[in-house]
């Protein structure tokens, strides 16, 4: 089904691995359609709880646009950008699942944007963050000017654009750029306590924070209110409130289905 990634599905858990390691993963045209296809795939399943999202090897999680390939393909940038990419990074975002980046190494350019498009970033010690796109003269893209002000403020998201200087694991945990630093040995552990966590959680009602908390960034607190009324009414409708409230006043482990 896919030639640049694997799609794995097992026990709620979608595995997604960008699967270009000759290349440090990085971004073709061919391979962001495929993710793009792959993420509404996910979307569609009903078994699907969680989406990991992660690159194939230890050095790289996605180097970035893939260069050598991508010159010839669009008659401009920003072209291959609304082509392309911004519909790969809406896919993640719009997903109504969460989404865990096991962040495996270098994150750079539009793999960085990528690895911010996720809800949450586990992150090995020997991994790495750059907005390097300044090193070729070019701007941020994919994403990285929503995520990064967002994240981490106004001036730091200005330097780390404007110098593309490699950000290691530590200081990305201590900006807030990633969730969580383990080592190599102990991230695929770290990564699947997590995806395990989200495959037995309430998936209909996390779906629902995530579109509410997607929209808290460009809306007033009146109209916060107003969709946390609203989405909390549709949430109420769902077969995982009432378990959630029956597996309360009957004091066991509730059992969601995720609808």
């Not at 595995?15 to 296809?37: C, F, G, H, K, M």
């Not at 999680?61 to 291959?80: H, I, N, P, V």
């Not at 070729?136 to 998201?157: E, T, Y």
């Amino acid at each position: 089904m896919y030639q640049n990634l694997i799609y794995e599905i097992q026990e709620g858990i979608c595995r997604i691995t960008l699967n270009r390691p000759q290349v440090y993963n990085a971004l073709s045209s061919d391979l962001i359609q495929e993710l793009t296809r792959a993420i509404g795939e996910a979307e569609k399943n009903e078994k699907v709880r969680v989406v990991i999202l992660t690159g194939a090897g230890e050095k790289a999680f996605s180097s970035g646009a893939d260069l050598k390939a991508g010159m010839g393909e669009m008659s401009s940038l920003g072209e291959s950008l609304r082509k392309n990419y911004n519909p790969m990074i809406q896919a993640i975002r719009n997903l109504p699942k969460p989404v865990i980046c096991r962040l495996n190494g270098i994150a750079a350019g539009a793999g960085c944007s990528l690895a911010l498009a996720c809800d949450l970033i586990v992150a090995s010690e020997n991994a790495s963050m750059s907005q390097i796109f300044v090193n070729i003269g070019l701007i941020m893209d994919a994403g990285s000017s929503f995520f990064l002000p967002r994240l981490i403020g106004s001036q730091k998201a200005f330097e780390l654009c404007s110098t593309g200087r490699m950000v290691g694991s530590e200081e990305c945990l201590e900006l807030g750029l990633v969730s969580k630093v383990v080592t190599l040995a102990e991230l695929d552990d770290a990564v699947n306590q997590l995806a395990n966590h989200y495959a037995n959680a309430p998936t209909f009602a996390i779906g629902l924070m995530k579109k509410v908390l997607n929209a808290s960034q460009h809306s007033t607190l009146d109209q916060m209110l107003e969709m946390e009324a609203a989405n909390q009414d549709i949430a109420g409708k769902s077969a995982d409130f009432i378990e959630g409230v029956s597996s309360f006043l009957q004091k066991r482990k509730p059992d969601f289905s995720g609808k």
